[in-house]
């Protein structure tokens, strides 16, 4: 396919370089390059498409790198990565070794800074205008938000920090009526106050423009003047929250009219104040199956362009359809059972829940931290809350969930979806920090379930079996697909093999399928191993040790950071009973885990069945030891 204009630019400067008449042509080859190449490798698409004409309008009138643009989340960065020479590498974004689809320092001079999650654009940008205000250096710092950032609390702590920062700080609203799906909340009310305004709001604009050329009033008289114009403003309509923080706000104007846009962001350039340019946008802009069903366009798998459908059509349950579908059964016997999102009921499996039982679902917006604090009250007037969330999302909540969760030993259960490697959404979205950083917190329990039924057995033994805090994690996707010979007890753990091998395979979670072709394979190589699933994570069941000691040669596999992670305190475990084999642990090391496939991040690792029977096969080789007969476990 041909990009004749796309083509030229290998920078913002060239964006600059064509003339008005061609800005429309360029805006429909960028949002074809965008549609064909996230139909081919996966991506997030609507947002994309919605923010085309503002990305433009930013790079013709800011000079990037000079001027520093902060996308928040980094949903809607793919055109900023056409327009700043990433044109011929763009075939491999999320792509294993292929450019980020995220913003990331060290990817681009035009990435000034990193995002995944939400709501931080705003004090990044004011740090980073307060710093070139400091350094003695020019340019602006410019904050891109959307409206569906605004319902997480850092967003406003951030706004109400930036009426005060350096005049170089510009924000930019990306107003589309939608974070993932529809926005909910008091703030996506007022901004639809907002939108519904424009006669106020245009003869605002005109006031404005009226005091900015006023050549003949000092300084003085010219701030009473604007002072008086705000008590008229007070007046006749309330100011908007914004200014009400200290900030020029400027706008609402049609996102999708570029030459328009560049006026508001020129005047915001002018204005000598900290200013909030209020953008309107279409998700999906462009493609007809995304505007119709932005949500469902917001991030998808490789599709056909034509149809809109899928090319490789989901064959199994999910993981998260099978809590979704537990979660609805459970609250049709329970009805203290309510479930809580964080703007992800699509997402964490919850839609069908959200239509039966309305009145007992709570999606709260961008806002993890309220999630869990919310969930604590309602635990502890007798409900019994579900906190479906992302594992990497989670991470923001930790402090709640130490302070007003487990140290008040309240009954609130985190269904924690996309735990471990999530693929292509890359370092900021792997799901690799939360086992370690739940081990650190007294009274929580934790499950790992390896399939479908496990997981509807655990969040049973969650609602009806333990009084206190739960977590039950799963990954992203289908349930792995498990050896016929596979007998699970759903027990807290499961042995697979015999109790008389040498060598033991401990793991939990998706690794389980892993570690069972793992030990086949040896198995057909004349090694005798087993493998030992744990189940319940934390805390592990003592007869999990107790077995364990029978081995010569245990090898600890797990899909999540070593340090602090179960593999280390198994070890520590058996060490304090005198555990006198080989002990290794197998898992993320200090690093963060870049993009690409699940399949491939896994083989990167050593994590998949190849790589787990290879560390066995190095570790036997050093360690050949046997235990007599009668040391063995008598199974």
């Known amino acids: 396919m041909d990009y004749p204009l796309l083509d030229q630019i290998k920078g913002p400067e060239d964006v600059k370089r064509l003339h008005t008449d061609e800005i429309p042509a360029l805006c429909a080859e960028l949002r074809q390059k965008v549609?064909?190449?996230v139909s081919s490798n996966g991506g997030h698409l609507a947002s994309n498409l919605g923010a085309v004409e503002l990305t433009v309008a930013l790079h013709r009138v800011f000079s990037s790198p000079k001027d520093q643009i902060v996308w928040d989340v980094g949903h809607q960065s793919y055109v900023h990565k056409l327009l700043t020479g990433r044109m011929h590498e763009f075939a491999s974004i999320r792509q294993l070794n292929g450019i980020s689809g995220f913003p990331q320092i060290g990817e681009s001079v035009h990435d000034p800074y990193g995002a995944g999650h939400s709501?931080?654009?705003?004090?990044?940008a004011a740090g980073l205008a307060a710093a070139k205000r400091m350094r003695g250096e020019d340019g602006f710092a410019i904050a891109v938000v959307g409206d569906g950032a605004l319902t997480g609390g850092l967003a406003f702590e951030g706004i109400n920090n930036a009426g005060r920062a350096p005049e170089n700080l510009i924000i930019v609203l990306n107003d589309n009526k939608m974070s993932i799906s529809k926005n909910v909340g008091a703030i996506a009310r007022y901004l639809m106050v907002i939108r519904s305004k424009p006669i106020y709001f245009k003869i605002k604009d005109i006031a404005e423009v009226i005091l900015a050329h006023l050549p003949f009033f000092g300084k003085k008289i010219r701030t009473a003047l604007v002072l008086s114009k705000n008590a008229v403003k007070n007046y006749l309509y309330h100011s908007t929250i914004f200014e009400e923080m200290g900030l020029i706000y400027l706008g609402p104007v049609d996102g999708h009219d570029t030459e328009a846009v560049e006026r508001l962001l020129n005047r915001a350039k002018k204005v000598g104040r900290p200013a909030?340019?209020?953008?309107?946008?279409?998700?999906?802009?462009?493609?007809?199956?995304?505007e119709q069903n932005p949500g469902a366009y917001h991030g998808v798998s490789r599709f056909h362009v034509e149809t809109g459908t899928a090319l490789v059509p989901v064959s199994h349950e999910t993981f998260s359809a099978v809590f979704?579908?537990?979660?609805c059964l459970a609250a049709s016997n329970n009805p203290n059972i309510c479930a809580i999102t964080a703007a992800m009921t699509s997402g964490t499996g919850l839609t069908d829940f959200s239509k039966q039982y309305k009145d007992r679902f709570f999606d709260v917006g961008i806002a993890e931290e309220h999630a869990v604090v919310f969930s604590a009250g309602l635990a502890a007037n007798g409900m019994l809350p579900v906190f479906a969330v992302y594992s990497t999302f989670l991470q923001r909540a930790y402090d709640q969930i130490v302070h007003d969760v487990a140290l008040q030993n309240l009954k609130v259960i985190f269904a924690i979806d996309r735990a471990g490697l999530v693929g292509e959404d890359g370092q900021t979205h792997q799901g690799i920090l939360d086992v370690a950083f739940l081990n650190t917190i007294p009274k929580m329990t934790v499950?790992?379930?390896?399939?479908a039924d496990e997981l509807s057995n655990d969040l049973l033994a969650a609602f009806y079996e333990i009084d206190g805090p739960v977590a039950v994690r799963y990954p992203k996707g289908t349930t792995p697909a498990l050896p016929k010979d596979y007998c699970p007890t759903y027990r807290h753990y499961d042995l697979y093999g015999s109790g008389q091998a040498d060598i033991l395979i401990v793991t939990y979670g998706r690794l389980f399928a892993e570690a069972v072709r793992a030990a086949n394979r040896l198995r057909a190589e004349g090694l005798s191993v087993s493998v030992l699933k744990l189940n319940r994570i934390k805390p592990i069941d003592e007869v999990c040790f107790e077995t364990a000691m029978f081995f010569s040669q245990i090898y600890f596999v797990e899909e999540g950071m070593r340090s602090g992670g179960v593999g280390e305190l198994f070890c520590a475990r058996m060490a304090e009973r005198g555990f006198a084999g080989q002990f290794t642990v197998a898992a993320i090391e200090d690093r963060f885990v870049q993009h690409g496939?699940?399949?491939?991040?896994?083989?990167?690792?050593?994590?998949?069945a190849k790589g787990i029977a290879e560390r066995v096969r190095r570790g036997n080789s050093k360690y050949p030891h046997r235990l007599h007969a009668e040391e063995r476990l008598p199974i």
Do not use: C, N, W
């Open 597 to 608: 496939s699940v399949k491939e991040l896994l083989a990167l690792l050593q994590l998949d």
């Open 35 to 37: 549609i064909q190449t």
């Open 276 to 290: 909030l340019v209020h953008v309107l946008t279409v998700k999906g802009k462009g493609y007809p199956f995304a």
């Open 119 to 124: 709501s931080t654009s705003i004090s990044a």
């Open 324 to 327: 979704g579908r537990t979660l």
């Open 447 to 451: 499950y790992s379930p390896s399939t």
